[in-house]
């Protein structure tokens, strides 16, 4: 390593985080120019119910035209730093002296933490700039791609003192001596909670994070002599006995670190057993990390059991994919064109290097079916069980993701929701703020803090009892996973997409074309089939006539829109901000307000040569 870097000397230019921050723009870099292969990225995929993903417009990361090379130390997060921070983050972060940044790492090991590093390949991406703001409060994230510690002589097992500095100590003199040795399954979020300790009356908001631990039951494993696991035969021993390790006070800057370690070995000694109330009258037994505790992480993971039976049914899974398009502000990620991730739970930590073109890793998630009419797709739904890390970062010009705590009515609404139906909402969201841009305003779609919007009162209308489901906080939901009702879901098959006019138009022609290049038979007015003569498919203007009447429901659709007359024609229409289709009412009540949002279902009349007309059934206004 001492060699390759005096050959570098005086060819490589150093950069500073300042500068970086200065500039403001998305960059790459590495000590060399040539650059690592990135993974393949699949093509573009576009769906009517979603926004166009950033993919296929996206530009290459920019990189400097001289080698660079970046130095400074990594180190965890403050002490409650992700709930102060508007970003609400726990990540770990670098510093060359010069300025501080947020950062992720591939290949991450341990022995990095708190170390001088010099960074050989990275790429920055700012969070936002612009011309009246300083670049440098805005700040930037840092994708460290390779890396390469300065001191050589680093151990591949680590082992480091913990320090937790909560009330969870300063009313206990009991001495700490519990350790739990095994394999991390799953880390909760970070939250702050009401800590209440002894027979004081007073009480500290106290921020932290659960960690579940596969323990073996085994006696030499529960002996008072602690036992490393790298000493251990892994074959003689069963790691299925779950404990639940919490990390308080200022431990809980730990949180990217055991992001990080799932599937990976610990021993973690000097603990403290507690029984810590999770919910009204409902405690757990576990164990509390205190100062001076000591956690010892060796270099190689021991085996972990990987379900292979996937259902749909709500299992929790790992998965690792591409992202290919993120919408609803990071609450939808596509990944390789064929699974919708859902990330609605603010609690939880998502890096912001999940960004349009990364491979990320995410595990525990709940794999669910929808069922849907109008389309088939697979859910990963995350919970306070999920951790998501990234494999490989996105070598594209694609934003950071980043998460503002948001105390609406609405958000609300799709947290108390089973996941089937928070994906129906949100879509149903897009599809509002499309049909009726410029119409309504973003505050009558979404609601406020106090005030239902047109996307909640819709939705309440649609959504049965059976998909509401209660909170019961992170430590319940943790502790008491599979009672809480994660994961399970309910058929999903009546809830109906909000088309826009437009989409739904652009449908009927696809339909009717493969009608054409597909179909020997003709169609009357009911739908009843004909015979006709053969069609080809060549172009050709064939006077042949096929019709089809599909009902609206029939395909999963609903119509929302106003009702305007036409000045040209005189005809009824029905409008929104992507179009307008001309409607047959019968009995037009004469109550009618146009000033009104109504639904109707239709019939959709597929006519040759692409044409369509719709005949109105009058449904209730909004």
């Not at 035209?65 to 130390?73: A, F, K, M, Q, R």
């Not at 390949?121 to 460290?144: V, Y």
């Not at 950071?400 to 949100?426: G, H, M, N, P, Q």
């Amino acid at each position: 390593m001492k060699s390759n870097q005096r050959m570098m000397e005086g060819s490589v230019k150093s950069l500073t985080i300042a500068e970086l921050l200065r500039e403001c723009r998305p960059r790459t870099g590495a000590s060399s120019l040539i650059s690592s292969p990135c993974p393949k990225i699949p093509p573009p995929h576009f769906s009517p119910s979603l926004t166009t993903p950033t993919l296929s417009s996206s530009k290459i990361l920019k990189s400097l035209n001289h080698p660079t090379l970046l130095t400074g130390i990594l180190f965890l997060p403050p002490h409650g730093d992700g709930h102060d921070s508007p970003l609400n983050c726990n990540c770990f972060r670098f510093s060359d002296g010069s300025d501080t940044v947020c950062c992720d790492i591939l290949r991450f090991n341990p022995s990095m933490i708190n170390k001088k590093v010099q960074i050989l390949g990275w790429n920055f991406i700012p969070f936002n700039c612009n011309a009246n703001a300083n670049a440098n409060a805005n700040g930037g994230f840092l994708e460290i791609i390779r890396w390469a510690l300065l001191d050589s002589t680093s151990a591949s097992s680590v082992t480091f003192s913990i320090h937790s500095g909560s009330c969870v100590d300063q009313y206990y003199t009991i001495k700490p001596r519990y350790f739990v040795c095994g394999l991390v399954e799953s880390v909760s979020p970070v939250s702050v909670v009401p800590c209440r300790a002894g027979s004081t009356a007073d009480i500290e908001n106290l921020r932290g994070f659960l960690v579940n631990i596969l323990a073996c039951g085994c006696k030499l494993c529960n002996s008072k002599y602690n036992i490393r696991l790298d000493m251990r035969n892994s074959n003689d021993h069963s790691y299925n006995k779950p404990e639940i390790v919490y990390f308080c006070g200022s431990a809980s800057s730990w949180h990217p670190v055991f992001s990080r370690l799932i599937k990976r070995n610990v021993s973690i000694s000097g603990l403290k057993k507690r029984l810590v109330f999770v919910g009204k009258k409902v405690s757990r037994l576990m164990y509390v990390v205190v100062d001076n505790s000591l956690m010892y992480i060796p270099k190689l993971p021991l085996p972990l059991r990987v379900t292979d039976d996937v259902r749909g049914e709500g299992e929790l899974v790992s998965y690792t994919g591409t992202v290919t398009g993120i919408y609803m502000r990071g609450m939808i990620v596509e990944l390789d064109n064929q699974l919708l991730l859902l990330l609605t739970d603010q609690q939880l930590s998502v890096p912001h290097s999940v960004r349009v073109g990364a491979m990320v890793s995410v595990k525990n998630v709940h794999v669910v079916n929808p069922n849907f009419s109008w389309t088939k797709m697979l859910i990963l739904g995350s919970c306070v069980k999920t951790s998501i890390s990234v494999e490989c970062f996105s070598s594209l010009e694609t934003g950071c993701y980043t998460v503002t705590c948001c105390e609406s009515l609405l958000a609300k609404f799709i947290d108390s929701l089973a996941f089937v139906a928070r994906l129906w909402v949100l879509l149903v969201i897009i599809c509002l703020r499309r049909k009726f841009s410029g119409i309504l305003s973003e505050k009558e779609i979404l609601g406020s803090t106090n005030r239902k919007g047109l996307a909640q009162t819709y939705a309440t209308s649609y959504l049965p009892p059976s998909v509401f489901q209660i909170r019961h906080g992170m430590f319940m939901e943790f502790v008491n996973h599979d009672r809480c009702a994660c994961g399970r879901e309910r058929s999903s098959a009546l809830l109906k997409l909000v088309a826009p006019i437009a989409n739904l138009i652009n449908s009927c022609e696809a339909m009717w074309k493969k009608m054409i290049c597909h179909q020997d038979t003709d169609f009357d007015i009911m739908g009843t089939q004909k015979e006709n003569n053969s069609i080809s498919c060549d172009g050709r203007p064939y006077v042949l006539s096929i019709r089809k009447a599909i009902h609206s429901e029939d395909i999963g659709v609903s119509l929302l829109g106003i009702l305007k007359v036409s000045q040209s024609s005189g005809r009824m229409l029905l409008v929104d901000a992507t179009g307008s289709i001309d409607v047959i009412i019968p009995d037009l009540p004469s109550s009618l307000n146009i000033n009104n949002i109504y639904e109707v279902s239709c019939n959709i009349n597929l006519l040759s040569f692409g044409a369509s007309h719709f005949l109105i059934i009058w449904g209730p206004a909004l």
